[in-house]
């Protein structure tokens, strides 16, 4: 079974521009969720995807959305990046959501801003 | 909102020690889990375990949620155990919302 899929690997913007980053998660997995990873701040939550519905989110500016399809895929966007969204994006799916089932993660989104 | 803590922050290993990390939450939780995230940055997780005692191989973990807090035991450790340990939980009062502790960073030496 392929696991949770991230794609770009890496990532290169300026300041004022716009990104998509992409996560397929696992066959059968219902539930994304996205994260955002930086040196100074750990491993916070952005927010949850289930069956095209926003569960719940972290708090993060508006410039953070998502969405998520029919088949499950996710998609984050940052608009108007700014230096600090430099950060590793990680992308986690799981059957159901994280209270009745584990969380398995993408190899992740290295995003550097300039 | 519920706070994640974890001890210590940074251990030293010689291969083949025996080493316990902690985890201490602030409120109820529906479920805890623990990842490894090894240097490639790889997060894979090792336990979901809200309540128990799990064993896998080297690694055994138990929650007593009543008292907030899990242990992460690692026996005979091995240079590849290398790699920072989270713990990460779901509050009770906050479905789908899964926050991380801050990691214990762990280097196995030969």
């Known amino acids: 079974k392929a696991g949770v899929t991230q794609t770009p690997r890496y990532l290169i913007k300026t300041r004022g521009q716009q990104v998509t980053l992409s996560c397929s998660p696992i066959s059968g997995h219902r539930s994304v969720s996205w994260y955002q990873q930086t040196p100074g701040q750990g491993l916070q939550f952005l927010f949850e995807y289930f069956s095209e519905t926003q569960r719940n989110k972290g708090n993060f500016p508006g410039r953070f959305s998502g969405r998520q399809f029919s088949n499950s895929r996710s998609e984050m966007n940052v608009s108007t990046l700014e230096l600090g969204d430099s950060a590793l994006y990680l992308c986690?799916?799981?059957?159901?959501?994280?209270?009745?089932?584990?969380?398995?993660f993408g190899n992740g989104t290295r995003l550097t801003v300039t | 909102g519920i706070q994640v803590e974890q001890s210590p922050p940074d251990l030293i290993l010689q291969e083949g020690a025996n080493s316990t990390l902690r985890c201490n939450f602030s409120?109820?939780?529906?479920?805890l889990q623990w990842f490894h995230q090894n240097p490639w940055g790889q997060l894979i997780n090792l336990f979901y375990?809200?309540?128990g005692t799990k064993q896998n191989g080297r690694l055994s973990a138990t929650t007593v949620a009543t008292e907030r807090y899990s242990l992460l035991y690692i026996s005979s450790s091995q240079t590849t155990d290398s790699g920072v340990y989270f713990c990460a939980v779901e509050q009770e009062t906050s479905y789908d919302k899964v926050i991380f502790g801050p990691g214990t960073s762990l280097s196995v030496i030969p």
């Open positions: 986690a799916s799981s059957i159901s959501g994280g209270r009745r089932s584990p969380l398995h």
């Open positions: 375990i809200p309540s």
């Open positions: 409120d109820s939780v529906n479920n």
